[in-house]
């Protein structure tokens, strides 16, 4: 029994010394990471396993990804759980900004969409240029298509180019399309498992290994370009918000380091982001990736 007391004695004693700890280490703890609310291309194209170790070695600042629609992460950074967003659609940002959640926009690297789709071609668009007119004809042909359908940066693409094309999706749908509500990656293998078109980011396709029958039939559109961006969630609407290491993060990002990070990443001779901080994206709108076509 006095065993028993003098154990429970000394749990009591490690506790009260551990409680002022408690209050201390977790702050210091927190200053260590920052959480970046971003998209499933930057994480599924193994963008940002390849920057951000740099990133930590320079700052000794860890970032934890948490990979989502560009929809979703945004309204991620809205409920305050994380400190940066890092995402591609342009629209929706500026929106975030104007609704006070975000204190500064800045461009950061873009690559540009492709369409992909099975070898077979049913619709008769492989090698056109024209996103708009590849959209009428597998519409016309009811070929399938697989849509994120997920709220993201990608999906709001799509759903761009549909209504540039004249389609409305409303009334067009049918079994030929098919919402998937997923990343990019597992769409994509819902495309190859299906045989079907899909929408996908450049950087995504290179990394996808999943391709089976499929390949890209149409690319070079101007409205293919895809644009990144990246914006401090606003301490005013969520005071735990951590500036200092947030904005070393974004400074980084878009400095000639973390600039050159981005266009070192590449797969095989591919290089799948290019990176254009110092370039407003107006001088960029008819340019497009150079890296190798697959």
């Known amino acids: 029994m006095s065993f028993i007391v003098d154990r429970c004695r000394r749990l009591m004693l490690a506790a009260a010394i551990a409680a002022p700890l408690a209050s201390v280490l977790p702050a210091h703890a ?3 990471f920052i959480t970046v609310s971003s998209t499933t291309s930057t994480e599924q194209s193994g963008l940002f396993n390849f920057i951000l170790p740099i990133f930590t070695k320079d700052s000794g600042i860890a970032v934890r990804v948490v990979a989502l629609g560009t929809g979703q992460a945004l309204d991620m950074a809205r409920r305050g759980d994380a400190d940066v967003v890092f995402v591609h659609d342009k629209a929706a940002e500026e929106k975030f900004i104007a609704e006070g959640f975000g204190v500064k926009r800045q461009e950061v690297m873009y690559n540009d969409f492709v369409l992909i789709g099975p070898k077979e071609d049913p619709a008769k668009v492989a090698g056109g240029k024209d996103i708009t007119e590849a959209l009428k004809k597998i519409e016309a042909a009811k070929a399938s298509f697989v849509s994120r359908g997920d709220k993201s940066g990608t999906h709001a693409a799509e759903l761009r180019l549909w209504k540039a ?13 098919k919402d998937t509500g997923s990343g990019m990656g597992p769409a994509l293998n819902s495309a190859a498992a299906m045989n079907a078109y899909i929408l996908a980011d450049r950087g995504t396709w290179l990394s996808f290994k999943n391709r089976q029958n499929l390949g890209i039939v149409v690319e070079g559109d101007k409205r293919l370009f895809n644009q990144y961006g990246v914006i401090l969630v606003n301490p005013a609407k969520h005071p735990h918000v951590k500036v200092e290491a947030g904005q070393k993060f974004i400074d980084w990002v878009v400095s000639p380091s973390g600039q050159r990070a981005i266009a070192a990443y590449k797969i095989g001779d591919d290089q799948l982001f290019f990176p254009n901080a110092e370039k407003p994206v107006e001088k960029q709108a008819d ?7 697959k």
């Open 165 to 177: 094309a004249g389609i409305d999706l409303t009334t067009a749908k049918g079994p030929w399309y």
């Open 287 to 293: 340019t497009k990736p150079t890296a190798k076509k």
């Open 30 to 32: 927190a200053d260590s």
